[in-house]
């Protein structure tokens, strides 16, 4: 489960009771529901991240859907040998350019709903049972109809400077660390320096010790994509840059 | 379990560790361990709302207990296919409320609890061990002596007006909505508007997107209960509106 | 599995995948994600607090890790009938300190990791594999040599004063309330007052509400220690103490 929902209030819970009504035998794991509310590219980078860890079979249910209620359609994805259930409003958008194997069901079939879903709360009533019914042996074409036009994050992409790399900050995680839309591969010459803000950091490293303690480093971190971070500490308030800031690559 | 522990402390680590030694079948769903810290309204609104959810047989440990280790009672309630397990300090009003058919009974079988409970952590040494006694098929009879009379909440009901109903906000989500006292059943004339603060929201919507993003709207929420909100916003935040304050609905 | 590392970002669902693909039958149970970020002394306290109540055959996953990549070492300890998988950087101190029957294995084998680990997540990449192949019933001697001289945290020691026990506040939990260095059985006089800042709090009391509402106390907690609190309130934030701050125990 990856969720906007918090776990303040109960609504994971409502839809854990759910899952566990129609299968008993599910085994459920929180992926997060910290996503910030209502941010689908948040919650797009965190499946992205968390999905080639998990086993073949697993049934993701992902509710960032801040136009719960209206016209926008529900979806099954089936990509490899997982599956994702939730809004289609780009928050499988990684999964499905990431793979050419893949394959969307919209949801319309009641009987695997609880009967008069309520319009604020598809997470509970529509998408845990569906996947619910999924993880019980339900089969993928029961769904619905087929969908060859999923919608799609507009996401920013690097672009090839005179001497670099342009981008910018996609991440922010809980320690502070700033993650770019610069991918490992795209860094295909040496790096003299990262430039963000007012700060220069000079080349790459491997891990966050190299740098002395409170000064900012440059490394490929474990999503693949190029990262800014403060040994030990909070980048993103000791350099003041935040989502969306500009991050420049510069060759050697 | 559903408690004001918070996650940081490893209390309710406490709690699942001592559930499992006792019945290592026992599975385990956190409801939200992020009940406002003493807050037992708060809790029982999120107990209420999560019940109807699972299945026969569930046993709930709710704990915020500010009076732990005092005079105040421990107690097993059985509701339905249901059971729950805390304080008896108004935690399980809906609950009781709600439902003609439930049967209390005291905790008093020091057998059931871990030895020497301490005054300052019920949770752990009375309420988990006896729910984990429970769930591994121990007889409610076993519990203690009937209680007839539980400490209730003192819940505050909505008025009629010449011309509506008035309310208040009794919660605040993650998200910032606010839940009010009213709930659906007591609309029952056409709504012109609802009033909260400075703020006049003509009619009622069915789902967020309804509004114009970043303006408000009342609709009636998944708890059945009447909400403002502010599409993709912070209704609590944006309107300046918080638990307690007043709120209008004026008949057309 | 007790970390620092939060429930935004996914990176604790990928330790909890990793173990799943390599033991499905893993039980995985969160003590926190929560500790102060790179606060090796609050992991040290929390995996000592939550320790005596796990069941025998539990194999705890710790990682508050600023040092990952560089040249710290990751070990397994085994003390009493748990085993403990880590980062070898005083996190474990506690239980070391706390046992006399302990040992330790350098985790150096490569076919108990994930392949090529990255620098910067361990937690992921050695740590969870490792705990999930014990837990399979992978032999602690596959793990790597033994570690005779575990990394020990410097933990500050309470001193005996001319009339009473001087110590420091060494943890703040949710509630706000004050962990300090004082054991139980330190306490072997009778108690006039418990001094902390501008405060002087008469005696010792059993549970919050012996004192009115608002009002400090001091007790002994549920770890043992003593403890600085206000009922129904928050110590910290209504004394303006702090974690270190001096504390005063003063004999009768």
Sequence with gaps: MTTDFGTRDGFTAQMKAVIL???PHAQIIDVTHD??????MEGALVIKGVSPYFPAGTIHVAVVDPGVGGPRRGIVLRCGEQSYVGPD?????????????????????ADLMLANPHPTFHGRDVFAPLAAHLSAGVSFSF?????????????PAPVKTRDGVRGEVIYVDRFGNLSCNIEAKRLEREVAAVEVGDTRIPGIKTYFDEAPEGTALALINSFGLLE???????????????????VRVCWK
């Design 228 to 246: 800014i971070a403060v040994n030990r500490g909070d980048a993103s308030k000791a350099l003041g840059v935040h989502l969306g800031d500009s």
């Design 21 to 23: 009504r129609i299968n």
């Design 143 to 155: 769904v619905g109809p087929t969908v060859v036009n999923p919608v799609m994050l507009d996401v």
């Design 35 to 40: 996503i910030r509310p209502y941010s689908i």
């Design 89 to 109: 409003n780009g928050l499988f958008s990684f999964i499905i350019t990431d793979s050419p194997d893949w394959e969307i069901r919209e949801i319309s079939n």
